[in-house]
């Protein structure tokens, strides 16, 4: 049984890798981009209400990126410390979010949670958070698409899912590298701060040295995600 899952995950990490490396899956990789973003700014979202603060509505733009727009001002913790935990939290949001979906993949009903529980929080989103249309259609497909899996309750397609969306939201921290290294970039012709660039100006360090962090969290989060899902 063992192996069998150890050559479930081999193949939907080459899977995922193939779908994010060749040309002829473009069709499967922006829906998926929109997804990997909307993981991020969630990210962003519900680390600053969990700290007490607000969180408005989201953007996600055609070109793949996006921004959440939240308030830590009411944080119940220091403001620079609250906006520190709100940039990691869209950094490391799917790859806390790809660790907990490959887990819950190991036990029926935690897969069956889980995926409920994954398609609320994509309702809720595009019921208050989000505005554009183009988001407004890409998630919606998703979340029909979950609903379809959940209420066939085919185990093993359940398992699939989970196990590739978890790979492919923990992965999504990878193709982020470039921006994951960068200070500071233009948008409508204006300079903004990148997430690890607003970590280090809100506690210490610089820019590089979190983008490194995030990254060696991330591998690990996979790593031990994985390793639970194998154990017997």
Not at 65 to 92: E, K, M, P, Q, W
Request: charge should be positive; hydrophobic fraction near 50%; glycine fraction near 8%.
């Amino acid at each position: 049984m063992k192996k069998k899952s150890l050559l479930t995950i081999i193949g939907i990490s080459v899977l995922v890798f193939l779908l994010w490396q060749l040309p002829y899956f473009g069709y499967i990789q922006y829906p998926l981009l929109l997804l990997g973003t909307w993981f991020h700014e969630m990210g962003h979202g519900l680390t600053a209400l969990l700290l007490g603060g607000k969180f408005y509505y989201l953007e996600i733009y055609d070109n793949g990126g996006g921004v959440a727009y939240s308030n830590v001002s009411f944080s119940y913790l220091d403001y620079h410390i609250a906006r520190a935990i709100t940039s990691a939290g869209g950094l490391l949001g799917p790859a806390i979010s790809g660790a907990i979906l490959i887990a819950s993949a190991r036990n029926q009903i935690t897969s069956k949670i889980t995926l409920w529980l994954l398609l609320t929080i994509i309702v809720v989103s595009l019921c208050i958070w989000i505005h554009e249309m183009l988001a407004l259609i890409i998630l919606s497909v998703f979340a029909a698409i979950l609903f379809f899996i959940a209420i066939l309750r085919v185990r093993k397609l359940e398992a699939f899912t989970l196990l590739f969306l978890g790979t492919q939201c923990v992965l999504s921290t990878y193709l982020q590298t470039g921006y994951l290294f960068t200070k500071q970039f233009e948008r409508d012709g204006r300079i903004q701060y990148s997430d690890t660039q607003m970590i280090a100006a809100n506690l210490s360090g610089t820019y590089w040295m979190w983008a490194i962090l995030i990254l060696l969290i991330s591998i690990v989060l996979l790593y031990k995600s994985y390793q639970y899902y194998l154990r017997k």
